[in-house]
């Protein structure tokens, strides 16, 4: 089934967090996934952008370690990367 596979696809995608309890979300349109994220601590995001990666604004290292963002965000923004 079309879910299980969207569901094992999401939970690949949470082992990827750096978090004690983790969570993965996908976009999906038309059977195909469009972007895909996990949640992680704002320390990390900093981490990210300062790689070069497509960021709106970047968090300062250090910043805010003890708050996170959401999967389903992550997984928007990523897709604002691609589209």
Avoid at 62 to 73: D, I, K, L
Wanted: with cysteine; charged share 15%; net charge positive.
């Amino acid at each position: 089934m079309r879910i299980d596979k969207f569901f094992h696809m999401a939970a690949a995608e949470a082992r990827e967090s750096e978090l004690d309890i983790k969570h993965g979300a996908l976009l999906v349109s038309g059977g195909k996934v469009i972007a895909a994220g996990h949640n992680s601590s704002r320390a990390a995001l900093a981490r990210k952008f300062a790689s070069g990666s497509h960021a709106p604004t970047a968090p300062p290292l250090g910043v805010g370690s003890s708050c996170s963002m959401h999967s389903e965000v992550a997984a928007l923004h990523n897709a604002s990367c691609v589209l």
